[in-house]
Every structure is written in C-alpha cells, then in structure tokens.
C-alpha cells in the first residue's frame, strides 16, 4: 500500500487544480464581503446614494445586510440543488447569480438597486460558499481533507485582500467611477468559475448516491490513483456500503431527522460553528473596518489603505493554516484554542478603542489597528478552514447537503441582524460593542471544550461512528464481497 501522506504533499497535481477550481467560490466570497468595505468608505459613493459626504447609517445597514438576505435564500436553494443537480452543477448556478449581482450593482443609479444588486450577489454565495465545502470534503481522502477544504478558504482570503487594493485604487479614479468599477471587478471571477464547472468531475458521493458506482469509481481513480489500487479500492468500496445501508431513509425525510435525537448534536454543532464565524466579530470588524479606522483618528484615503493592508494579515494566517497545520493540528486543539485568542485579542482591542479613540494618541491608534490586524490573522489562522472542514464532515452522506445548507441558512439569518445593527451599534456605543463577540468567543471555546469530537483522519463514514450512527464494519464488507462472489459464481455455473 502507498505511504499516506497528510497535508498538502499527499494530493495530486490533477486533485490540487480541482481543489483550486471549486475554490474559487471562497474567493468570490472574499471579493463580494470585501469590496463593500470599501464602497461605503467612498466619499463619492455616499453623495450619489446618501446625497452627503456623511452617509446615511440605516440606508448604509441595509446595503450590508441585503447581501446576507441573499445569502440566506441562497443557501437555502443550496440544501436542495446540491443533492438535485449535483455539487458540480450548483456551483454554475451561484456563479451565474454572481454575474448578475455585479451588473446591478455596478449600474445602479439608487440605493434600492444597490440592494437589489448585493441580494444578488449574496445569493450567489450563499450557494457557491456551503457547496464548494461539501464538494472539496467528498474529493479529499481523510489525510488531506483539511488542507483541499482549506484551499477554498485561502482563496477567501486572497478575494477580500484583492478587494480591498481594488477599493484603494478606486479612490484614484475619476467620481463615480470610484465605486462603480470595484463593484465590477465581482463579474469577472464569477464568470471564469461558471466556465471552468465544464471540466470539473462530479463528487464520487454523489455518483455513488445515485448509483453510478462506475463513474464513482473513475473519478476516484483520477484523483487518488497515484495512491495504489488497494487505497482508492478500500475507500470506495467502504463508501458504497455505507451508502446502501442508508439507502432506506426517504430523502423528503432529511430535512426533519436533522432534528430527531440521533443528529441534534451534530446540528447544534454545525449551526454554531457556522454562526461563530460571524459571532466571532469577523465579519463586522471586516465590513465596517473603515468606521473603525475612522473612529480611532484615520482618515480619507489613509482609511482606504489601512483596509486594503488588512487582507494581508488574513492572508499570512490561511497560509500558515493551510500549508503547516490543517491536517496536522487536532480539530478540536485548533477551534479551542482559536476561541480564546479571539476573546483575548477582543479584549485588548477594546481597552485600546476605549483609551484611545479620536486619534488622541498616535502610538494608541496604531496598536489598536496592529490589534485589529492580529484579529484577522488569529481568525484565518485557526477558523477560516477547519470551520467548514468540520461542517461539511461531520454529516452523513444522505443529511450532507440539506445539513450544510441549513446551517449556512441560520448563519445568514445571523449575519443579517447583525450587519443591520452593528452600522447603528458603532454609531450609538462605538468600542462597547466589542463586548459581545468576546463573550460569544468565550461561549463557543467552552462548547467545543465538551462536545465536539475530534474527525481528524477519519473517513467520512467513519466521522458517522463518532456520533453514534451504525456503520459498515470490515466483517460487513468482507461479507458482502463475499456473497457478491458467490453470486457471480453460481450464474457462471448455471450458464455452464
């Protein structure tokens, strides 16, 4: 048997460029969350929505939270088209979705298509971001889940740092065309991601599911064959046992047993991840990073450049995350941990916001963006992959999709109330906001403490018997082949 290899030496080239592929859908989420950031810092932008240079907190608020509206309708559709239409084809969907946002928005003469356009483009990933999860978690063999998942989080962070140089740039551009041609920029990546779904394979999962055990088998050879036939045979063979077993659940019932006793646990645990990683504070320390700045002294374009350094923070975490520690940090050690780093750094970021604010103290300004900064590197570095590593294994194959989207959809409706009142909140009690997101960190650390297992170089069928569910042993197997043996045999005797 080939030596298994974990991490990102144990991939092929061809596996390694479909895992670049389907993660092109983390960097439209990067691109669409990032750009935001900096069309509601432009000057030009609030004259032509707000009619002043001030800007309008309520109009502001739901631009930002229109974007999550979408994105709940859309991973809802998700739940649904990923096990319809397959992963592959789910991904078209939200691509074309993401074309017509940025054609919106890049044209919109009023703030109503301005929030039609962002609804748009939050639909898109809304599917594109829980589908690329599910779809990277079926290619991967157990060893190198979380560094193929992970990519799909490293493009994340490559968008939002583009998209924060291409709000930079904006500001050097001529009135409207500040904020009309970044919004256009979310276009193009959604288009090369809609082209290149010709030539990506199905997820081996879902063709097993549906019974085209051949072609499951072709595209597990095409991407683990250089790991021997013993290797890709044992996994498909174990995968397509597991799927008959289950075969019996009625697929109308799926949505309803993610809430029966057997997988409570697992979906209290999806949901919480999910919706940690905008309880986390990420999220709004990203969108509303130009209010921040803003706040502690910084101003016009200086507020610009500081957002579009910010990227490069999250950018330096992934990579570390993606390269040195996904498939070789526990789960469970890395979720921990990276809880209570948020909190701490949360913490000193508030004393600094509150010491400090105005710009009243240089030296205190720029710890306090040093900190802000060190925030995006602890949340790329510890949650920015193994969230959705964790999300997308820890269901079985038949509650896979609707799970995932389900939980994507409550972290929607989460990111909607939130991006609403955290315009009003900085606006009304600045820095004592902070207090929240080092509570919830604090909440989340402890849960994870006590409930979540490790997955860690299990299967995904495997991840199934951690919870408790009834698996395919090797004696199971092996007796299956067997009586499929005797079969075959007995019909070749009978013909003789």
Wanted: aromatic share 14%; net charge positive.
């Amino acid at each position: 048997m080939a030596k298994r290899i974990a991490g990102h030496r144990g991939n092929s080239t061809r596996t390694v460029l479909v895992g670049l592929t389907i993660s092109l859908a983390g960097f439209l989420y990067g691109l669409d969350t990032g750009i935001i950031a900096s069309t509601i810092a432009h000057d030009s932008f609030k004259i032509y929505m707000y009619g002043n240079a001030k800007g309008n907190a309520t109009i502001q608020a739901l631009i930002v939270s229109g974007y999550y509206i979408g994105y709940a309708l859309g991973s809802g559709s998700a739940a649904y088209t990923m096990d319809r239409i397959s992963r592959r084809w789910t991904l078209l969907l939200g691509a074309c979705l993401s074309i017509i946002g940025a054609i919106i928005q890049a044209a919109a003469v009023n703030p109503a298509m301005i929030i039609v356009g962002r609804a748009f483009s939050g639909a898109s990933t809304g599917i594109v971001y829980p589908t690329g999860s599910v779809y990277l978690a079926e290619l991967s063999q157990a060893e190198n889940r979380g560094f193929l998942v992970g990519l799909k989080g490293l493009m994340n962070t490559l968008g939002s740092l583009i998209a924060g140089f291409i709000g930079y740039a904006g500001a050097f551009a001529y009135g409207d065309l500040q904020w009309r041609i970044p919004l256009a920029t979310q276009g193009p990546p959604a288009l090369l991601l809609a082209i290149l779904t010709a030539f990506l394979p199905y997820s081996p999962r879902w063709l097993a599911q549906k019974e085209r055990y051949n072609d499951a088998k072709k595209v597990m050879y095409a991407l683990h064959g250089h790991r021997g036939d013993e290797v890709v045979e044992s996994e498909f063979s174990e995968m397509c046992e597991q799927i008959r077993w289950e075969a019996g659940a009625r697929k109308r019932d799926n949505f309803f047993k993610l809430f029966t006793r057997q997988y409570m646990r697992r979906m209290l645990l999806a949901c919480l991840i999910v919706n940690m990683q905008k309880l986390s504070g990420s999220n709004v320390l990203q969108n509303y990073q130009s209010i921040l700045y803003a706040s502690l002294g910084y101003k016009g374009n200086t507020v610009l450049l500081i957002g579009a350094l910010y990227g490069f923070s999250a950018v330096i975490g992934q990579v570390i995350n993606v390269f040195f520690t996904a498939d070789h940090w526990t789960r469970r050690k890395t979720v921990i941990s990276g809880s209570y780093s948020l909190a701490g750094t949360l913490a000193v970021l508030t004393a600094l916001s509150y010491f400090y604010a105005d710009g009243v103290n240089a030296a205190g300004s720029r710890a306090a963006v040093a900190f802000i900064f060190l925030f995006a590197f602890f949340y790329s570095f510890f949650f920015n992959s193994v969230g959705w590593v964790l999300v997308a294994e820890i269901f079985p194959l038949p509650l896979r999709a609707v799970g995932v989207g389900f939980s994507v959809f409550t972290q929607s409706i989460t990111a909607i109330w939130l991006s609403y009142s955290a315009s009003i909140a900085f606006d009304v009690i600045s820095w004592r906001f902070y207090f929240v997101f080092i509570a919830t960190n604090v909440f989340a650390g402890t849960i994870y403490f006590f409930f979540l297992p490790e997955t860690r170089f299990l299967t995904l069928e495997e991840i199934a018997a951690k919870f408790g569910d009834e698996i395919v042993s090797s004696e199971d197997m092996k007796a299956s082949r067997e009586k499929a043996d005797a079969a075959a045999h007995h019909v070749e005797a009978t013909k003789e």
